[in-house]
């Protein structure tokens, strides 16, 4: 399962992904949106070139935001989300970044766990960032320092 860049023809693909996996799916838009502005999206395919997987990054200045990551529903599980995953880790690494940072849903325990086992962790909570069958859901704001020195003052 190797990286290809996210073209543009990939989004019909991509959106019915997206709306299988989440209850709050980003739409059409937010994906032409984030191809716009130039973020960088690749997709992950099996060897029959069905896509499996995709990523969402944003680079300002040394950090790398996680934006989106996905994986097909009748993949999830089978560890897909921790190579697209350390896609991105290697990919901030690459472009000498200090720091990855992302929210994740306070009820996706599962990425959660995905995370903190690939070094991130736990900065604060978002109340109220993202919608919610009803009202709204806290978000974790999560982060893995990739500096290679730490200075405490």
């Not at 299988?20 to 997709?43: C, G, M, T, V």
């Not at 989300?81 to 990855?100: C, M, W, Y």
């Amino acid at each position: 399962m190797t990286p290809q860049v996210l073209q543009h023809q990939h989004l019909a693909e991509i959106l019915a992904i997206e709306q299988a996996a989440n209850a709050f799916p980003w739409s059409l838009k937010n994906f032409e949106d984030s191809l716009r502005a130039n973020h960088q999206a690749w997709i992950f395919s099996d060897k029959d070139s069905k896509i499996i997987g995709y990523v969402f990054t944003q680079h300002v200045v040394d950090e790398i935001h996680l934006l989106n990551i996905c994986v097909r529903t009748d993949f999830q599980g089978n560890g897909y989300g921790r190579k697209i995953l350390d896609h991105v880790i290697s990919f901030s690494e690459q472009q000498s970044a200090a720091v990855i940072l992302l929210e994740v849903r306070s009820s996706n325990l599962r990425a959660q766990q995905l995370y903190l086992q690939n070094g991130f962790n736990e900065m604060s909570v978002r109340k109220g960032y993202y919608p919610a069958a009803q009202g709204r859901e806290d978000a974790v704001l999560m982060a893995k320092d990739l500096a290679l020195f730490s200075f405490a003052i």
